[in-house]
C-alpha cells in the first residue's frame, strides 16, 4: 500500500481532475471572462495592460491571465487550455502541502495524509477545474508560507538566504496575480510567530531581501502598466482594495461570521476532523511548527472575515495549514488508536450520501430538475451512492479505511459537472449554445448580447472581441468610460437604430439571455425576419442583411 499511495494521488489528479476539464462548457462570469481576456493576450501581443472584449480591464493585475493565455497558447483555445492553468498550480500546492510536512515531521504518515487531506477538500479540488485566478494566488500564498517556514526553519546561511529570496520571488508573482494581499498574507504571520518565538532579530535581518525580490520580480510591469495606462493604480487600489475591504457598497457583501460555516461546508469531506485539528494547534502552540499552522491558518482566516466584501474562494489560502494540522491530528489518533473522530467522518459523510440521494428521487418524483436526462441523473446518483458508501467505509474501518472519503469527492467533483440539468447548462455556460451555431455568428458582421458574461462568451467562441452590449455594463463600466468604447453599449432606446444601421452594412448575430419579462419584451423587439433558436433562458438570433 505505501508504494500505491502517491501513483494513487497522481491517477486521481489525472483522472478526476485532468480529464474531466474539457467535458462541460465555460461557467459564466469568471471562466468566459478570463478565457475572453487572455484569448485576446494572444491575438493582440499585448502582455502588459488586460482589456475584456477590447476594452481596458483593471479589475485585476496581469500574471494570473499570463498563465491562462500561455495555458491556451500550449493547448488551443479550447476548454482544456483555459482550465489547465488551474488544474497546475493546484497540483502544485499540493506538491508544497507534501514538502512542508515532510519538512516538519520526516513521518510518511503526517506526508502522505497531508497531501490526500490538501487534494480532497472540496474547495481546493473543485477550483482545480475551474478557470479562476484564485487557485493561482493561493499557490503564491502557500509558497510563500512555505518559504516562510523553511527560512525560520533552516540550519544554514545559504538556506535561509535561498528561503527568503524563494518568498520574494513568490509575493511579487501574487502581487502580479491579485494585488497588494500578496504582500499583506505573509507579515501577518510571520511577524506575529518571529515575535512569540524570538525570531524577530532574523525576520528583520533577512526580510529586507524578501522585499528586494518582490520588487525585481513585480517592478518592471508594474512600471510598464504605470507608463502606458497611468490611471490602473489608482483603480486597482482603491476600488480593488479599499472599497472590497471596507467601503460600505463593497460587493459581495457578507456578515462577519460568514466564512465560519462555510469553512466546514467546502472542507468536506473532512468537516469533522477540523475541530479535532484546530483543538490541538492551539494547545501546541508552543511547538514552533503547530504555532506557525495556527497562525498561518487563523491570521488569514481572520483579515479575510474583517472585510466587508466576502467571496467563497477568499479563505483558499487557509487550506494549506488546515490539511497540515488535520494530517497531525489524524496520526497522532491512529497511532494512539484513538478512532472516534474517524467514525463520527464516517457517519456524517453516510449521512449526506443518503439525504442526497433521497433528495435527487424525491425532486425527481415531485419537481423533476432533469427532464428526459436518464444518464445524467443516474450519474449523479452514482455519486450519491459512492459517497454513502466511502462513509460507510471510514465509519466501519475507521483505521484502514480512513481516507475512502477522499476518492468520493474526487468521482463527485469529476462526474457532477458533465451531468448538469440542461436548464442549468444552457444558463450558466452559454458557449455550448453558440458553438452549435458557431459559423453562423463567427460570419455575422455585427455581434449583440444582453448579458456580459454571455457576451464573453460569444467572443470567446468566435475569436472576436467586437461584441456590443444591449442594455448592460457591469464591469466595464471603467473600460467604456475611455473613447474607444463609445458605441459599445446601447441603451434599449438606442437599440433600434442600431440595428438598422448595423444591417445595412451586413448580418447580425445576437446572443440573449432571457431571464425575467423585460428580457421577453427585449426579445419581441428584435426584428420579425430574423432566424431563431432557443434553449431555455438562450437564445441566439440571426438577422440578415437588410434589402436594398
Known sequence: MKRLAYPTLLAAFILCILLPLCFHGLWIPDETRNAQI????????????????????????IAGYWMIAAS???FGENLFGVRFASALVTA????????????MWSDPRRTWAAALLYGSFALIAGQAGY?????????????????VWFAFDAATTRGRLSAWALLGVACGMGFMTKGFLALLLPVIVSLPYAILHGRLRQL?????????????????????????EPDFWNFFF????????AGDDAQ???????????????????AVLIIPALRRGFTGLRDPRLGF??????????????????LPTYIMPCFAPLALLMADSLADALQHGRQRMLRLSGALNLAVGVVALIALVVLQLRHPLYKGETPSVLLVGLACIVWLVCGALQLLRPTQLWAAPAFALWILVALVPTALPKRLVNSKMPDQFVLEHLDELRNANSLLSNDLGAATALAWRTGRADVTLLNTVGELKYGIGYPEGAGRSLTLKEVDGWIARARSEGSIGVLLRVNSASDEQDLARMPRDAISYRQNHLVVLLIPKATQ
Open 131 to 147: 478557470s479562476n485566478l484564485d487557485p493561482q494566488f493561493t499557490l503564491w500564498v502557500n509558497l510563500s508560507l512555505v518559504s
Open 238 to 245: 482603491w476600488h480593488e482594495h479599499i472599497r472590497r475591504f
Open 204 to 228: 528583520l535581518a533577512y526580510g529586507p531581501l524578501a522585499v528586494l525580490v518582490a520588487a525585481l520580480v513585480s517592478l518592471p510591469w508594474a512600471l510598464m502598466i504605470h507608463a502606458r
Open 72 to 74: 491556451q497558447a500550449l
Open 92 to 103: 502544485l500546492s499540493t506538491l508544497l502541502v507534501l514538502l512542508v510536512a515532510r519538512r
Open 38 to 61: 487572455t484569448q485576446g493576450m494572444l491575438q493582440s501581443g499585448d502582455w502588459v495592460s488586460p482589456h475584456l472584449l477590447g476594452l481596458r480591464y483593471f479589475e485585476k493585475p
Open 293 to 310: 499552522l495556527v497562525l498561518w491558518f487563523a491570521m488569514p482566516f481572520l483579515f479575510f472575515s474583517l472585510a466587508k466584501g466576502k
Open 252 to 270: 459581495h457583501g457578507r456578515p462577519f461570521w460568514f466564512f465560519v460555516p462555510l469553512l466546514f461546508a467546502t472542507a468536506m469531506p473532512w
